[in-house]
Structure formats: C-alpha cells, structure tokens
C-alpha cells in the first residue's frame, strides 16, 4: 500500500480530524453536551509493552495498542494494524470511525481498532507469530465473542487471525472462533471475506455513479490508490462490472494506463503488478507518481491506501468529480471543504469501506451459530445491507441540504445516542 504523497502530512493527526467530524455532527443535530463528552472519549485505551527475542538473537520491544470507541450498541469491533508508523492516536481515531461505520451499516457491534509498531516485512514468520500471540497474552481479558472481536486489517490477514484465535482458545480452554473475524475458511471463516471491503467499495461505486453522475459504471474511467487487499478487490470487482480502470498504484509505484484503460485481465494485471520492478516495465502502460495518480483526469477516484493522502496541499490539483474513500481517513478536513467547493462528491470510508465489518458480522453470527454460508448468500446479503446505507445516507444528505460524509456521521451518531439514552448512559 502506498503510505504517502506529496508533502505526505496531517494538518493535523487522524484523531483530530475525527473529532472535527464528530464536532461539525454534533452542532448539525445539536447533541446534548454530556452525550458530546462521552463520544468524543474512548472508552479504554490498552498500551502493551511486547519483547520479543528475534532469530538474530536480540530482544526487541513491540508497542501495541488496543482502543475502544463505545459499545452502547454493541461488543467492540475493530481491525488490527501491524504498521511501523501505528500510534495511539490513529487507533483512537479508527475506534471512532469504527462506532459510527457499525452503525450506518446497522449491525449490533460497537468500534475499537488496535495494532503493534511493527514492519511486519522485518520479521519472519515464526517471529510475527510470537508476536502476535503474545499480543493476545495482554490482550485476553479485554477481546471476546462478547466483548471485543478483532479482524484484519493494514499488514494483518486470515493466517494472523488464526493465531489470534488458536491463542485466545488456548487461554480459554476450548475452542472460541467467535473471537475474531477474517479467519482462514478452515478454521470458522466465512466466505467472501477476504475481498467483501473491495466488494462493498465497488457496490457504492456502482452506486454513486448512478445518483451523482447519471452515468453507468461501463461509461466512467476510475484511478485506484493502493493494490493491497482493499485496493485490489476494489479493482478486480469494478473490472467485471465494466468500469475503465485509468491508473493503479502500490508500494512500488504508479502507472497510467495506455489509451485510457488496462486492456488486459484483471489476473494479468495483479500478476504484474507483484514486484519493485513491474510498474516501469509494464508495456500497455507508463509509470507515474503517486502524485500523478492523485491528480489524473479521470470520472471516479479510489484512495485505497493510508490515512491523509489529500491534503490542503494536493487537493485543488484533484480532477476527479467523484471520490471513494476505500482506505480510512484518506482524505483530511480542510481538504473536504477545497474539494467541495471545487464540484466533487465524495463518498465517506464510513460507507464505502464498510463491506469489510459487515460480512465480519456474518462470520460472527455464523461462529456463533456454529454455520458456515454459501459465497452467493454472503454476496447477495452484502450487496442489499450496502444499497440500503447508500440510499439511507444519499436521501438524508439531498433532505438536509448536505454532503454524504455529515449525513454518513450524523445517522451514526444518531444512533449511537438513541442507544445510549435507551440503556440510561449518563
């Protein structure tokens, strides 16, 4: 995934800009103060202290970090990000977003996010592991099918998960697949979940481009930031639905399609796109900047990489009249208002990304249940939840004169607050 561009920095943290959103949200619906106070407050903030003897022989210590947002509706839910520049703060502002996406996509989880500073490529396999399990080791009072259920996320994946459950379950004494979400098939996941974020990113495409461009997705061109899982499926899906992919990028680089559009597969493209060296020889297409992707003409852009890749500083130099934001936080606060004034629309991560945590629902209730549902049914289930919160959020933003990302904050905190004064939260 692509970590940054341009000048590559916050006006302000992530955590900051999500408690602006949160701010703007609570004059929009005039949230009582002592309501306001308690969602601008995590609930708990676990920080763990990892060492870890490496195969070289020297004792490293891991911080990990472990935040829960609220769970009036609720156990917590969250991802896990193994990322060396992971802190405190961008945990804080994921649990967040995570509060407010369970809620737009109307399923009875609360939001939390954790994670270790860690470049997981430094480490071999045997080492992530003990990593990872140990992270449990600190973490088992405070996750639980009930309490607080993790899932992949930056640099974590289905085998992570594994551990995550294998450790959690030799705590416990038998076998807890409920504990977290995002395993391997074999041990309790569901299908669909691996590509289900990029799956629901290219549903609110499809949809978005129906209702704000009168267009169908075979008319639009679409530029992709980041090829990991998100990015990816983002591509994969939106290529079978006959959209034009213009531009893609990942950690080595960026490239341009020739004449518009990859006229290749999508597995050709994935492929190709597997080493350092494969941007700059690719021969249906020319290697760009990250820069360069960002700004390309094109009718719909998908930042599927990292937090703050449109800022004050890039976002007047942006084109495209439609943004998904797969990735969390990509696009900050001063950034929305240019690229408002400028004529785009921009469809919020709360919603676009939250194909992910809903088909994590559909695997909890499955572990729950001890059932295991078809690919088609998993599909069909996500395609009508991510039409529903589309249309729910579109509608509300037309009725109330505002753009999708108030309406997106202001239907989850809404939520969360009739929840809370129906429990007696003071």
């Known amino acids: 995934m692509v970590e940054s561009i341009g000048q590559g920095v916050f006006e302000k943290d992530p955590y900051s ?15 009582e103060p002592e309501y306001y106070e308690v969602l601008k407050t995590t609930m708990k903030e676990l920080v763990v202290h990892i060492p870890l003897k490496l195969a070289r022989g020297e004792v490293v210590t891991f911080t ?91 640099n974590t994946n289905p085998q ?61 061109t679409v530029a992709v930031q980041g090829f990991g899982n998100v990015g990816s499926n983002t591509v994969r899906f939106l290529m079978d ?26 597995d050709k493209l994935n492929n190709d796109l597997v080493n350092p060296h494969s941007i700059s020889s690719l021969v249906y297409a020319e290697p760009i900047t990250n820069e360069e992707l960002l700004e390309m003409d094109v009718d719909v852009l998908i930042p599927a990489a990292m937090e703050g890749q449109i800022t004050e500083y890039n976002a007047s130099k942006i084109k495209a009249k439609l943004i998904m934001e797969a990735a969390n936080g990509p696009i900050t606060p001063s950034a929305d208002s240019i690229l408002y004034k400028g004529g785009a629309k921009i469809v919020p991560d709360v919603l676009a990304n939250a194909g992910g945590v809903l ?31 589309f249309k729910q959020i579109f509608e509300f933003a037309a009725l109330k004169n505002i753009e999708m990302r108030e309406a997106a904050v202001a239907i989850a905190v809404d939520k969360v607050v009739k929840a809370m004064k129906l429990a007696g939260w003071h």
């Not at 800009?17 to 949230?31: G, K, Y």
Request: glycine content about 10%.
């Open 17 to 31: 800009n999500a408690l602006t959103q949160l701010a703007s949200v609570a004059e929009f619906l005039d949230l």
């Open 64 to 154: 990990g970090y472990r935040v829960q947002h609220n769970n009036a509706r609720g156990p917590f839910k969250g991802g896990i990000r193994y990322h060396k520049n992971m802190d405190l703060n961008d945990a804080r502002a994921l649990s967040m977003w995570m509060t407010w996406k369970t809620a737009i996509m109307d399923v009875p989880f609360g939001g939390a996010k954790g994670g270790i500073t860690v470049d997981p490529d430094k480490l071999n396999m045997d080492e992530l592991e003990q990593l990872t399990r140990r992270y449990v080791d600190m973490l088992k009072d405070d996750i639980g099918p009930e309490i607080d259920i993790p899932a992949p996320d930056v």
């Open 160 to 220: 992570i998960m594994g551990w995550i459950m294998n450790e959690y379950s030799r705590l416990r004494g038998f076998n807890v697949p409920a504990v977290v979400t995002g395993k391997p098939l074999e041990l309790g996941g569901s299908e669909g979940r691996l590509s289900a974020t990029g799956k629901g990113v290219a549903i609110c495409t499809r949809e978005a481009v129906q209702r704000f461009l009168g267009k169908e997705l075979h008319d639009v």
């Open 241 to 266: 639905m006959g959209a034009k992919i213009a531009g893609v990028s990942n950690i080595y680089g960026a490239a341009k399609a020739k004449g518009g559009l990859f006229g290749v597969s999508f």
């Open 359 to 389: 088909v994590s629902y559909f695997e909890w209730v499955q572990n729950l249940n001890r059932d295991h549902w078809s690919e088609i049914e998993v599909n069909a289930k996500l395609d009508v939840k991510m039409k529903n919160a």
